[in-house]
């Protein structure tokens, strides 16, 4: 199984500040046949399901704001939080979907200070 | 608008069994992969189950294999996931969710949308 490990658990950014969580897996997510990995972000607001932010790494769902950027490649990837809102206080999970068991990391808390 | 709603949890004994639905509407069902995954009170997301878009393909998670089964009627736009011998480590609410892409059977998939969930507590 593959394992995805985020980093931090949790961080406080002041409203308008950057914020920077990291996703790192045990095994490549990238399909070499199509160019893609095999990642994505969520957001989870308190009581509310997740909402996919981005997939395949870096492309961002429709109507998501373009503060929310995602990056990398292979094993370790990054999701960036530019201009921090008030709004954007949620956890934040990554999801490879490369190989079943499908695995989430363990979720990042953010706050904003 | 896309949509999928759960239902069918509640509070179950420990070793008995539940099934949980998910109606789907909005989108051409067969046609997509369909999901289940979960989450403990407090606790992170856990991918559960996943079922091709004709349901020829299945996949499940290491702690509900031989336990849980996922299956689909795209007559009605149905997602189902049967859970016996239910445990305590099963409290959770649970989410269907669309595979993000109709690209191949689609197993391999984010999740887009989510349900609201369902609870299911297994408790004597």
Known sequence: DIVVTQSPDSLAVSLGERATINCKSSQSVFYSSNNKNYLAWYQQKAGQPPKVLIYWASTRESGVPDRFSGSGSGTDFTLTINSLQAEDAAVYYCQQYYSSPQTFGQGTKLEIK | ?124
């Open chain 2, 1 to 124: 608008q896309v949509q999928v709603v759960e239902s069918g949890g509640g509070v179950v004994q420990p070793g008995r069994s539940l099934r949980l639905s998910c109606a789907a509407s909005g989108f051409t069902f067969r046609k997509y992969g369909m999901h289940w995954a979960r989450q403990a009170p407090g606790k992170g997301l856990e991918w559960v189950a996943v079922i091709s878009h004709d349901g020829t393909n299945i996949h499940y998670g290491d702690s509900v294999k031989g336990r849980f089964t996922i299956s689909r009627d795209n007559s009605n736009n149905m997602l189902y996931l049967q859970m016996n011998s239910l445990r305590a480590e099963d409290t959770a609410v649970y989410y269907c969710g669309k595979g993000g892409t109709d690209y191949g059977s689609g197993i391999y998939n984010w999740l887009d949308p989510w349900g609201q969930g369902t609870l299911v507590v297994v408790s004597s």
